[in-house]
């Protein structure tokens, strides 16, 4: 059963882990989506070796070579990673010793468990410019296909009941506010990851005579003016997931935003509603059912949104009952962010396709729109308009919108004498209010859906996300 004796901590030990064990602890399946950190990390960690005097410039250099050779062959998907050598780290540093045995003083002055908060702050870093790149392209999207439809109404909901309309523009909009938070936060999220926590040893740094600021300065960890950027505590630092928690949190709001405009495109795109019809090469078909033509895109960001803020309650789980510091358990966080990242990924570029292949019927949005009961609070506005107290208002409206219903006609066509029976303020011509274009350009206060309104924030998020 047993192995003999590990080769990197072996030291004090006679036997090796159980076949079972290395299965199960190995990481590097996982990890070593790590490599090019890490060995970014390797290089800057020598350089500052060599800068103290902790090695020579000529160990500095061989192995400096030899990394290079490692990341080729590991590029050239060459490299075979070994379980029995656990994680990225260690197969990275045996197949380095291999082409240059000076790499036996790579891990002069540092742990793994530095070593690790290092290379995943490095991929979060790198996880949310890309993130933040798909966003600014999926706004982009959004934005053209807001801007060819602030001529189409359609009802606004509450309760999942018509409401009062609004353009598609103004609904489209209310995503590109949303998407925008979501890249606010990315930003943040890569700003914390940019402290450097190298030289924090395995918890209480180390008694060798390192430079940290060296090592954060050669990672790019630094501040927009260039000063380098070190992390303070060394306990903390190797102990502290906040930013896989930041992260994921990110990408869990992300993916709900996505989940909450699926869900809105799910009913456009149903026969009740018929107000969008969905590009085929985002939809499938029914192995039975010959006429379907099923929004499964969007059924799967719907989804999808649901292991998304799964791993961010992993994560949750996973550590807040862990004492300072390292504990073995962390390495589980690794393949929860890497999950959110690759599922959110993957999700706004579908999203991406989905809404720029969208087209909006412009028929059926009209006929929805012309209910005039979308328009019963303009109405009750009017009657304010008219000195009528808006409790009062309300009320009136609400007697009209009983009195068509009892007489199954619409609310604009309740006959006058029943009108003015209900209020005196109704001998007036009340129906002026029944006129789409009248109720939008009643509404050009900030942040309304009024078409000069829409055509500033049109112009707002064109000019933000350089679309001409
Ligand atoms: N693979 C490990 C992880 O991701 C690296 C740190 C291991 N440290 C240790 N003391 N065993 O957590």
Known sequence: MAKKSQATWGGRFSNGPAELMLRFSESVSFDKRLAAFDIAVNRAHTAMLRHVGLITAREMKAIHRG?????????????????????????????LTKIAPEAAKMHTARSRNDQVATDSRLFFKFATDSLVGLLERLQRSILKVAEKNQNVFI???????????????????????????????????????????????ALAGTTLPIDREFVAKALGF????????????????????????????????????????????????????????????????????????????????????????GSLQALYTMIKGLPLTYNRDL???????????????????????????????????ADA??????????????????????????????????KAEALNVPLDRVPQEEAVRIHK????????????????????????????????????WKRAYAVR
């Not at 949303?178 to 990851?193: E, G, H, L, P, T």
């Open 67 to 95: 990394l290079k050779e490692v990341e080729a062959k590991i590029e050239a998907g060459k490299l075979k990673w070994n379980p029995a050598f656990e994680d990225v780290h260690m197969n990275i540093e045996q197949a």
């Open 155 to 201: 009802p606004g909901y509450t309760h999942l009941q018509r409401a009062q309309p609004v353009s598609v523009s103004h609904h489209l909009l209310a995503y590109v506010e949303m998407f925008s938070r979501d890249i606010k936060r990315f930003k943040q999220v890569n700003d914390d990851a940019n402290w450097c926590p190298l030289g924090s040893g």
């Open 222 to 309: 630094v501040d927009s003016r260039g000063r380098q950027r070190v992390t303070t505590n060394s306990m903390d630092s190797v102990a502290d997931r906040d930013v896989f928690l930041d992260f994921a949190q990110a990408c869990a709001v992300c993916a709900t935003h996505i989940s909450r405009v699926s869900e809105d495109v799910i009913l456009w795109n149903s026969a009740e509603f018929g107000f969008v019809e969905l590009p085929d090469a985002f939809c499938t078909g029914s192995s039975l059912m010959p006429q379907k033509k099923n929004p499964d895109s969007l059924e799967l960001l719907r989804g999808k949104s649901g292991r998304i803020v």
């Open 331 to 365: 390495q589980e966080d690794k393949a929860q962010v890497f999950d959110s990242f690759d599922q959110l990924g993957i999700s706004l570029q579908v999203l991406e396709g989905t809404i720029a292949g969208a087209r909006f019927r412009a028929d059926r949005c």
């Open 369 to 402: 729109v012309s209910d005039p009961g979308l328009l019963a609070t303009d109405l009750a506005d009017w009657l304010v308009s008219e000195g009528v107290a808006f409790r009062d208002a309300h009320h009136v409206v609400g007697a009209l919108v009983a």
């Open 425 to 460: 303020a109704l001998s007036k011509d009340w129906r002026v209010v029944f006129d789409l274009k009248r109720a939008m350009k009643a509404r050009e206060g900030i942040g309304m859906p009024g078409p000069k309104q829409i055509r500033k924030q049109l112009s707002r």
